[in-house]
C-alpha cells in the first residue's frame, strides 16, 4: 500500500472575481431570510399601537436604520484616529467603506423618518433638534465623500481624510443626545424603551429581531464594501503605474530621436 | 393618504435603496477585479 506524499493537497483558493466569498454568500442567504422573517412581523404579526397606529410599522425600519448610521458612523472616526497613529492603508480603507455606509444610512435615516413624521406629526420636515442634528451629520458625511475624492497621492488623501474623520464621531454624539439636551418634537431613547414592560412583547420582539437583522445586513454590506475600497486603491495603483511607464516610454523615445 | 401608505412607501424606498446600492457595490467589484492583477486582488 502506498501513502500519498502529499495526503492534505489542497487545491489552491481561485483569485476573488469581485468582492463575494463563500462566507458573505452565506451571510447574504442568511440576512435575506431575516429580512423576510423581519419583515412579516412588523408587516403582519405586531399590532398597531395606540397612538401611532400603522405608522408604527415604520419605526421597525426606521430605528435599525438609525442604528447602522452611528455605528458606520462611529467606526469612520475610529478607523481616522488608527489611520493617524498607525499610517496603515487598512484603516484608511475601513474608514472610506463606513464613511460612505454611514451616508448611505444617515440619507435613509432621514426619509424614512420624514415618512413616518407625516402621519405622525402631520409634517415632513420640522427644524426640531434631532432632525436638524442628522442632517448636520448627512451633510458632513457629504463633505466627507468630497474629501476622499481631492485629487493628490494616496498618503495625503488618506490623512486629510482620516482629520475630517474625526469631526463624525462629536456629530453622531450630538445627534443622539439632541432629544434629552434640548426640547424636542422627536421621541427620546427608543431601543431603552424595548426593556420597559409598557411596550407590547410582540412589538418589541418585532424592533429586536429587526434590529437584530439590520446587524447582519450591515456587517454583510461593511465587507462588500471594504473590499470595493480595496479593489480601487489597487485600481489606482495601477493606473499609476501605467501612467509613469507611459510617461517614460514618450521620454525614452524623444531622447531617441536626433536633434533637428 | 392613509397610514398604510406610508408604510409601503417607507419600506419600499428603503428596499430600492439598498438593493439598487448593493448591485452597484457588486457590479463595480466585479469590473474592478477586472483591471486589478490578480495577486492584488487578496485583502488578507
Known amino acids: 500500500m502506498t501513502t500519498p506524499q502529499h495526503p492534505v493537497d489542497r487545491a489552491p483558493t481561485p483569485d476573488p472575481t469581485g468582492t463575494g466569498s463563500k462566507g458573505t454568500r452565506i451571510l447574504g442567504i442568511v440576512t435575506l431570510l431575516g429580512i423576510a422573517l423581519g419583515a412579516t412581523l412588523a408587516l403582519r404579526t405586531s399590532p398597531p399601537d395606540e397612538n401611532m397606529g400603522n405608522a408604527v410599522r415604520l419605526l421597525y425600519l426606521h430605528v435599525p436604520i438609525v442604528t447602522l448610521a452611528y455605528i458606520f458612523a462611529t467606526l469612520v472616526t475610529v478607523a481616522s484616529v488608527m489611520y493617524l497613529w498607525k499610517k496603515s492603508a487598512w484603516w484608511d480603507v475601513t474608514a472610506a467603506a463606513c464613511g460612505e455606509l454611514a451616508l448611505v444610512f444617515t440619507c435613509l435615516t432621514l426619509v424614512t423618518g420624514a415618512i413616518w413624521g407625516r402621519p405622525t406629526w402631520g409634517t415632513f420636515w420640522v427644524w426640531d433638534p434631532r432632525l436638524t442634528a442628522t442632517a448636520m451629520l448627512a451633510l458632513l458625511l457629504l463633505g466627507y465623500q468630497a474629501v476622499r475624492r481631492l485629487p493628490g497621492d494616496q498618503p495625503s488623501r488618506a490623512r486629510r481624510s482620516a482629520v475630517v474623520g474625526l469631526l463624525v464621531l462629536p456629530n453622531v454624539f450630538l445627534d443622539n443626545r439632541a432629544v434629552t439636551w434640548w426640547r424636542s418634537l422627536h421621541q427620546g431613547t427608543t431601543i431603552l424603551e424595548t426593556l420597559q414592560p409598557k411596550i407590547h412583547d410582540q412589538m418589541a420582539f418585532a424592533l429586536v429581531f429587526n434590529m437584530f437583522v439590520g446587524l447582519l445586513m450591515g456587517a454583510w454590506l461593511l465587507v462588500h464594501r471594504w473590499r470595493l475600497a480595496w479593489l480601487e486603491q489597487q485600481a489606482d495603483a495601477v493606473e499609476l503605474d501605467e501612467a509613469i511607464t507611459a510617461r517614460r516610454a514618450e521620454a525614452a523615445q524623444v531622447r531617441a530621436e536626433p536633434a533637428g | ?44
Open chain 2, 1 to 44: 393618504m392613509s397610514n398604510w401608505s406610508y408604510v409601503w412607501l417607507g419600506w419600499g424606498i428603503t428596499t430600492a435603496s439598498l438593493v439598487a446600492y448593493s448591485a452597484w457595490v457588486i457590479a463595480r467589484g466585479r469590473a474592478l477585479s477586472r483591471r486589478v492583477p490578480p495577486q492584488d486582488r487578496r485583502w488578507m
